[in-house]
């Protein structure tokens, strides 16, 4: 399958601190409304991808496609400012890489 239109992949990392956590239970409902505003408003893929085992940190991998390169870069730039808006607590990383294919 062979086509002139490009793919756009945005690969998005997102790390968390939640020092109040004393549980990997307080840790999820800490962070759940969050994760869940990103995956309905912004189309893309959202998985905790690391520090599964933590209670007071949080990593996630984020992915989203696209055939126009200004549309993905747009929509990592509101998934930016919803995470900013909307959690309360440190941001211990924040990266975002564009790829073509």
Not at 31 to 47: D, G, K, N
Not at 65 to 90: H, K, M, V
């Amino acid at each position: 399958m062979s086509d002139s239109t490009p793919l756009f992949v945005g690969l998005g990392r997102l790390e968390l601190q939640i020092p109040e956590a004393r549980s990997l239970k307080e840790k999820r409902n800490r962070t759940r409304s969050l994760i869940e505003r990103i995956r309905a408003r912004h189309q893309v893929l959202l998985i905790e991808s690391g520090y599964r085992n933590l209670h007071q940190r949080a990593g996630y991998s984020i992915c989203g496609i696209s055939t126009d390169i200004g549309d993905i870069e747009a929509r990592f730039g509101r998934i930016e400012r919803t995470i900013d808006l909307n959690w309360d607590g440190r941001i211990l990383l924040w990266e975002v890489e564009f790829l073509q294919m």
